[in-house]
């Protein structure tokens, strides 16, 4: 399959994507290179201690002195999801509705390719953008085993995959509103609502009893919540995270076929 | 006759906003379709049905024969589109977005590109925000027709463009039709269409209101006559007799448009002493909005 409306998307987004992965890349060596400081302060660890519910809205719960806890408290649970949903959800919302809104995406309609293509084509954006950033911390995060940070690596491999699914799931969100709807500010407040939730829902479960059936309804649960690092990215979370996905293309598909372009 | 386009009862409503209703029309091969109407009277609405970019409510639109929703693919590759509100990705030079183009079409020779690009000396260098309106139209003409199409679908296509070019943009799509080319040309440039179409359609309100061939349009266009007289006239000497409207007056000048027999005209003219009396041929101008006015006095009687 050809990829021209990939290319000339992922062109267009090269600036941001470039600086959120240099930013994003910056941060985690600091983390990394920050860990020996911190990992023989025990006092860190009285924050999640007895479940703590503020520390656990930060995506910190367990230790926070070993090298899973260091790098799932302070990048795979919070802050690199984060990032990397600023990426995937604002493409896209802006792939599909928001260049409809502009205009600019008659100049792909009209040409000799289905609508089909199309949204597979732009998936296939979305997934480049979220690999980069996943690999690109992966890469930092690898540089932490100089820094006494040890962890296998198959399991932060299955950590970076999830937190790219992640990222990718939620686009693909975004994507599907968007070509339902036509409307950028919907696919953009739908999805970061949904996101928002996902990510409460994640965070509190392992402290709060009652929302813990619910975590199984948790992106954020499948794909960086369940100690991933630790204990490794298990085949029930990828399958679930790929069969999210593949339900959002479908729909996303679906909907751009019945869409009125401008 | 091969009908390379055609309408059928073609209908697309927004919510409870009129879009187009009942659209019947066909365009053959090798004509250049003018497709006439005010802004807001639903010329864009009726190339997106027929690009495939948006789905009619009821009725049916075939290019070339083909579902334009259904076969959008085969339609795209045989047609060549310039939108009416042309939208270039601001930070792409028209460079990239003319070897996007080719790409997804898989042009190989791009002999006659560069003879497009020369001949309307267009900047492919540039970011597209950087530049003006005209250049910016320049890259739409280029993306349109560059592949070569059986079918150029244009809405507004001289828009920003400096007399010569607009001259040179006619020069094209008569070479265009001489080679082939079907031509379909939406405008609200009376004069545009009506130099270079065979064929014309004046849709007003989303409703056709009149489709024919200039020529027989220009023989059923009133003429217009415009009086001039020593005093001031009342305009109602005139506006009684059976085929004038009287399209201005300012008491001494008096412009007339007139259908049918000329002499009731003169003869009441002759009874004011007229100082002078031009007459003008038909022209579509007048035509379109005779059909306008037309349209507005019977909906006025309706009301009443």
Known sequence: MRADVAVIDLRLRRRALLSYVVGMVLYALVIVVLYPQFKGVTSLDQLTKNGSTVAALFGATGSLTSPSGWLDANIYENFLPLIILLITVGYGASCIAGQDEDGTLSLAAILPISRRAVVLQKVGA?????????????????????????????????????????????????????????????????????????????????????????RYASLFYWSVGNQQLADGL????????????????????????????? | MTVVVSAEKLSKTFGSHRGVEGLEFTVAEGEIFGFLGPNGSGKSTTIRLLTGLSHPTSGTAKVFGLDPIVDAVEIHRRVGYL??????????????????????????????????????????????????????????????????????????PTSGLDPLMQ??????????????????????????????????????????????????????????????????????????????????????????????????????????????????????????????????????????
Request: net charge neutral; charged share 20%.
């Open chain 1, 126 to 214: 979305l997934t480049v953008q979220a690999l980069l950033l996943a690999i690109a911390t992966m890469g930092c995060v690898l540089v932490g085993r100089q820094f006494d940070l040890s962890f296998p690596i198959t399991h932060l491999a299955g950590l970076s995959l999830g937190v790219a699914l992640l990222g990718v799931d939620f686009g693909l969100c975004a994507i599907a509103v968007g070509s339902i709807t036509g409307s950028r500010g919907t696919a953009l407040g739908v999805t970061a609502a949904l996101a928002a939730t996902s990510y409460l829902v994640s965070s509190l479960a392992p402290v709060i009893e009652w929302i813990r059936p619910a």
């Open chain 1, 234 to 262: 298990s085949l029930a979370s990828v399958g679930v995270l790929i069969s999210v996905g593949a339900l959002s293309t479908l729909t996303a598909v679906a909907g751009f076929r019945r869409l009125d372009l401008h």
């Open chain 2, 83 to 156: 939108p009416g509100e042309l939208a270039l990705h601001p930070r792409l030079t028209g460079q990239r977005h003319v070897d996007f183009a080719a790409k997804v079409r898989d042009m190989q020779d791009r002999t006659f590109l560069r003879e497009l690009v020369e001949r309307f000396q267009v900047d492919l260098e540039r970011p597209t925000r950087t530049l003006s309106k005209g250049n910016r139209q320049k890259i739409g003409i280029l993306l349109a027709v560059m592949h070569r199409p059986e079918l150029v679908i244009l809405d507004e």
């Open chain 2, 167 to 304: 001259d040179e943009f006619e020069r094209l799509m008569r070479e265009l039709v001489s080679s082939g080319t079907t031509v379909f040309l939406s405008s609200h440039e009376l004069d545009e269409v009506q130099r270079v179409a065979t064929r014309v359609a004046i849709i007003k309100d989303g409703h056709l209101v009149v489709t024919d061939t200039v020529e027989a349009l220009r023989r059923r266009a009133p003429r217009t006559i415009e009086f001039s007289f020593p005093r001031t006239v009342d305009p109602k000497h005139f506006a009684s007799i059976q085929g004038v409207h009287v399209v201005a007056s300012n008491g001494k000048r008096i412009t007339l448009a007139l259908r049918g027999a000329v002499a009731p005209v003169l003869r009441v003219a002759a009874d004011l002493d007229p100082l002078d009396v031009v007459a003008r041929p038909a022209d579509l101008d007048e035509l379109f909005l005779t059909y306008y006015r037309d349209q507005s006095a019977e909906e006025h009687d309706d009301a009443r």
